[in-house]
Every structure is written in structure tokens, then in C-alpha cells.
């Protein structure tokens, strides 16, 4: 079973739009990253979430981590197309010695 | 700053042949670097865990005779795919921790075709 269960797999909407994508666990986190990844590249860190409840916004992206520190959701405020890419989130578990854990992805993609 | 190079970006190479790919921290140290592969639509999976001056740890079901991992220095792991198969095809990336402050950077991955 995977650590960390991303939802939806794949997102396709028209710009302009909102979306939510989530990740969610059974187990708690100390900290829980998100990443977007483009065709071609390697991740890049968009925010680290690391206190029950706390809310981070980075311009049109909303990232929650839940109170239980067991889920987080990235919301995307009126979606460009240059938002497209993969959405990950990881952890990097204590039993795991900090080596992070990736979730499955979410593709989104945002058509003009 | 905190930027990870990968070299090459691509390479396609033929069955049999041997593969060297470097991933280097060009603006702090990285005692540590992880290798990762991607397959086409999936997330990344840990392959191990490159310890400068000590030997790689490997995840579990990652064959180290056939990826050869070297971390020679502060600045520099790298990542030999021996005998490549055509199921070696993957999409490789590596990152780096930061020996300071703890953080994990990545770098712009290699695509390996094998033919």
C-alpha cells in the first residue's frame, strides 16, 4: 500500500478555473511537501507545510496541512495554463531516515 | 542558489553498453545525494542514497552490481548503469541535501534510452 495516496490521478480543466488536489494517510507527519514537476524536468519545491491546521499561500496556490498532520490539500485559484505539470506531495518519514517518500502524482492539465 | 546539475540531459545508448551520469551541486556541499527513477506517467521511486566518502545504500529491489554509485566528493555523486537493457529506459534524476541547512534540491533529471 502506498504511504501517501494522491487524488485525483489526473485533472484537465479550462483556464480560469479552481481545483483541489489532495494527499492523504493513515500515518502523521512531522512536515509534508509539495512539488511540481514539467515534462523533461526534475521537481521543484513549491512549499513545506509542517504545523497541524497551517495554511501557506504562494500567489494562486492554497496549500493546507489537516489539523491530525495525516493530509494536506494544494488548491489552485483561477488556473493558467502555465499551472500544468505534476503535482506531487512527499514526506520524508523518521523511519525512513529523512529519504522522501513520494505520492503517486496528480496530472493537471489547464487548456486556454 | 541551490542549484543541481545533471550531465548529460539525454543519452541513448545501445544494449550491453555501460552509462555514467553525473549529478553535481554547484553552489554548496551535498554530503548526500539521492537517485531516483521515473517512468513515464508514475511518480518517483528512490533507487539509493549516495553518501559522500562511504558506500550507497540501496532500496529495496535495486540491483547496486548494476547501478554503480560513486560519491567522491562534496559536490559530485555519480550514477553508472552497467550492461544497460532496454528496460533501464527510464527517466533518471538525482538530488542533493544540503550538508547546512538540511534542505533537498533536485536536478534536472536524464533521459536513458536503450536501444
Known amino acids: 500500500t502506498q504511504l501517501l495516496e494522491q487524488s485525483p490521478q489526473f485533472l484537465s480543466i479550462q483556464e480560469g478555473e479552481n481545483l483541489t488536489v489532495y494527499c492523504n494517510s493513515s500515518s502523521v507527519f512531522s512536515s509534508l511537501q509539495w512539488y511540481r514537476q514539467e515534462p523533461g524536468e526534475g521537481p521543484v519545491l513549491l512549499v513545506t507545510v509542517v504545523t497541524g491546521g497551517e495554511v501557506k499561500k504562494l500567489k494562486r496556490l492554497t496549500f493546507q496541512f489537516g489539523d491530525a498532520r495525516k493530509d494536506s490539500s494544494l488548491h489552485i485559484t483561477a488556473a493558467q495554463p502555465g499551472d500544468t505539470g505534476l503535482y506531487l506531495c512527499a514526506v520524508a518519514p523518521r523511519a525512513r531516515w529523512g529519504k522522501l517518500q513520494f505520492g503517486a502524482g496528480t496530472q493537471v492539465v489547464v487548456t486556454p | 542558489g541551490a542549484v543541481v546539475s545533471q550531465h548529460p540531459s539525454w543519452v541513448i545508448c545501445k544494449s550491453g553498453t555501460s552509462v555514467k551520469i553525473e549529478c553535481r551541486s554547484l553552489?554548496?556541499?551535498?554530503?548526500?545525494m539521492f537517485w531516483y527513477r521515473q517512468f513515464p506517467k508514475q511518480s518517483l521511486m528512490l533507487m539509493a542514497t549516495?553518501?559522500?566518502?562511504?558506500?550507497?545504500?540501496?532500496e529495496q529491489g535495486v540491483e547496486k552490481d548494476k547501478f554503480l554509485i560513486n560519491h567522491a566528493s562534496l559536490t559530485l555523486s555519480t550514477l553508472t548503469v552497467t550492461s544497460a537493457h532496454p528496460e533501464d529506459s527510464s527517466f533518471y534524476i538525482c538530488?542533493?541535501?544540503?550538508?547546512?541547512?538540511?534542505?533537498?534540491?533536485f536536478g534536472p533529471g536524464t533521459r536513458l534510452t536503450v536501444t
Open positions: 538530488s542533493a541535501r544540503d550538508s547546512a541547512y538540511y534542505e533537498q534540491y
Open positions: 549516495s553518501n559522500e566518502g562511504s558506500k550507497a545504500t540501496y
Open positions: 553552489d554548496f556541499q551535498a554530503t548526500t
